[in-house]
């Protein structure tokens, strides 16, 4: 089960996810990144502080964006997650390829960083 | 002793599945990061199977079996869906996965990082995924 909330303040579309992300309910995430997307969004911050649990499936979604936010030049930032989910993201090197942060404040300083 | 659970081929019953091997992973007072980790692993086993095996049909189920010995923790995920060849798996390619948009492949990426051995394997008929782990100290 997830529940997903989209808020957009000063320029920065936050999608806010809490509970678990499992084969069953990615397709929330994805429909959420899909629909952001579609509005054009430029910078996208993914609140995670509320995500307990998240398998390859959730990962796959974030995955399969990647493309998209290089070619449309959209700035994209996870904050917020906790130890347990972070490792998950570390067991495959993602945190290489996804921007990824420890806290919302500094998803905000990296999204308004015309440098970043 | 061998803890069992007998599930639907419903990517809904993950979520119970996921609750039975850290209940079973508490009990034993294994460490939160590493319990989190070995049910990730076998979640990833199961949503394999229920989708690519059994295509999510409710009619039909598996069995998640749990050997919690000394030095190992052995899972045996038994069913009688499509047989997996893992001899025919190979790695994905990460930069390869975001350039084809394909939201799947992770999962045995993933398992392969955190069980011990993995092995896919027929038993009376049925094919038997085993997950061993062994434990810290043990």
Redesign the interface.
Known sequence: MVEITAETRDGIHELIVVGEIDASSSIHLDNAISATMENGHQKIMVNCEGLNYISSAGLGVFMSYLDDFEAKEVKFVICGLNEKVNHVFELLGLENLIKIVATKAEAQAYLNDSQA | MIHRLKSQCS??Q??EI?AFVEKVLKSHEMP??EA??IV?AV??IC?NL??HSHHCNVEESFEVCIDYQDKEIIFEIVDDGLAFALNQYSEPN?KE???T???????L??VQ??MDKIEFTKRNNKNVCLLCKKIEGG
């Open positions: 990517k809904k993950l979520r996921r939160d990061i989190y980790q990730l979640d990833e949503a229920i989708i990460l996965i975001i350039r948009k394909k939201k799947g492949g992770l999962g990426m993933l990082r955190i």
